[in-house]
Nanobody, 127 residues
């Protein structure tokens, strides 16, 4: 069993940056691949980024490639999402998720592959 707690969300102007953190507890963090997803009002939850257990493999949604970077620090049981060049369309609640499944990067983009989810943190980007 793993508990995930996101932090770092807030209000930022377009073009600005934020770094989200997701702290994990209750499990062996290095056993879990991690993902970031987001959900805007009236929209379905969508994939943002994922990282393998070791941090050696990452994948991103086309909408955030070149702007967002996912990373992890297994010693701190924490995964990060560095968000640069933010756009108003990035405004969403951002969720951290974890899975112990052995997945290739394409599979790690799927919501259904994740077993544990955080409570979400709000990111608002003003124009």
């Amino acid at each position: 069993q793993v508990q995930l707690v996101e932090s770092g969300g807030g209000l930022v102007q377009a073009g600005g940056s934020l770094r989200l953190s997701c702290a994990a507890s209750g499990g062996t963090f290095s056993n879990y691949a991690m993902g970031w997803f987001r959900q805007a009002p009236g929209k379905e939850r969508e994939f943002v980024a994922t990282i393998s257990q070791s941090g050696g493999s990452t994948a991103y949604a086309d909408s955030v490639k070149g702007r967002f970077t996912i990373s992890r620090d297994n010693a701190k049981n924490t995964v990060y999402l560095q968000m640069n060049s933010l756009k108003p369309e990035d405004t969403s609640v951002y969720y951290c998720a974890a899975t112990r499944r052995g997945l290739i990067p394409a599979q790690r983009m799927r919501i259904s592959m994740y077993d544990y989810w955080g409570q979400g943190t709000q990111v608002t980007v003003s124009s």
